[in-house]
């Protein structure tokens, strides 16, 4: 198993471009989601998606769009790049059924450096 | 909200002593699940070891325990034997179990910078 395949590892973007980050899971998962890592802030939660069609928020979701058209896909939109957007950003999935949750803890991809100049 | 506190930036120890690193949090939840996370040089997030609020006995995995105080709301790492490969990020993460979607939404700390020195 591939297990989360995140692409691309490392971006570089100029203000005000357009990127989608690929995120791939092969483990049949209901639950993904998106954090960005900033030095000194943790881990946070962008976006997530319960399954196919289904999308809600985190806690900081503002210059993000997400979809999820597919059970194994769950791409993260950047409309118009800002630096603040900095970071590093990693795709996370686990089943989703309550009584596994705690057996079955988040697998992360390994992660896309992302800069915006 | 929940909110995780890790109150040591950086931390360095010996090869071959023992470490804690600690991590309280703050819920007014009473079962939740408490993980920490170790993320080396490499970038990968890792699994570390698990703790589930209503059991008593504090987990256990190799060279990694916990000390789980339920009641002070503290959830510390011992890393014992600490090896070269330990040097890592570690990440305390908070998790408030729910029926239906948002069972995986982890609130993260801000991490410690572990250095094992040789």
């Known amino acids: 198993n591939a297990g989360v395949t995140q692409t691309p590892k490392f971006q570089v973007l100029k203000t005000g471009q357009s990127m989608t980050l690929q995120c791939a899971q092969d483990?049949?998962?209901?639950?993904m989601s998106w954090y960005r890592q900033d030095p000194g802030m943790g881990l946070r939660l962008i976006h997530y998606s319960v399954g196919a069609g289904i999308t809600d928020q985190g806690e900081v979701p503002n210059g993000y769009n997400v979809s999820r058209s597919t059970t194994e896909d769950f791409p993260l939109r950047l409309l118009s790049a800002a630096p603040s957007q900095t970071s590093v950003y990693f795709c996370?999935?686990?089943?989703?059924?309550?009584?596994?949750?705690?057996?079955?803890?988040?697998?992360f991809g390994n992660g896309t450096r992302l800069t915006v100049t | 909200a929940q909110t995780v506190t890790q109150s040591q930036p950086e931390m360095s120890v010996q090869e071959a002593e023992t470490v804690t690193l600690s991590c309280t949090y703050d819920?007014?939840?009473?079962?939740?699940?408490l993980f920490w996370y170790k993320q080396p040089p490499s970038r990968q997030m890792i699994l570390v070891i698990r703790q589930e609020a209503y059991k008593q006995q504090n987990a256990t995995e190799n060279r990694f325990s916990v000390n789980f105080q339920k009641a002070a709301k503290s959830f510390s790492l011992k890393i014992s034997d600490s090896q070269l490969g330990d040097t890592a990020m570690y990440f305390c993460a908070f998790m408030k179990p729910r029926s239906g979607g948002s069972n995986y939404k982890l609130t993260f700390g801000k991490g410690t910078l572990l250095t094992v020195n040789p």
């Open positions: 996370a999935s686990s089943y989703s059924r309550p009584a596994s949750s705690y057996n079955s803890p988040l697998h």
């Open positions: 483990m049949n998962h209901e639950y």
């Open positions: 819920t007014s939840e009473s079962n939740y699940y």
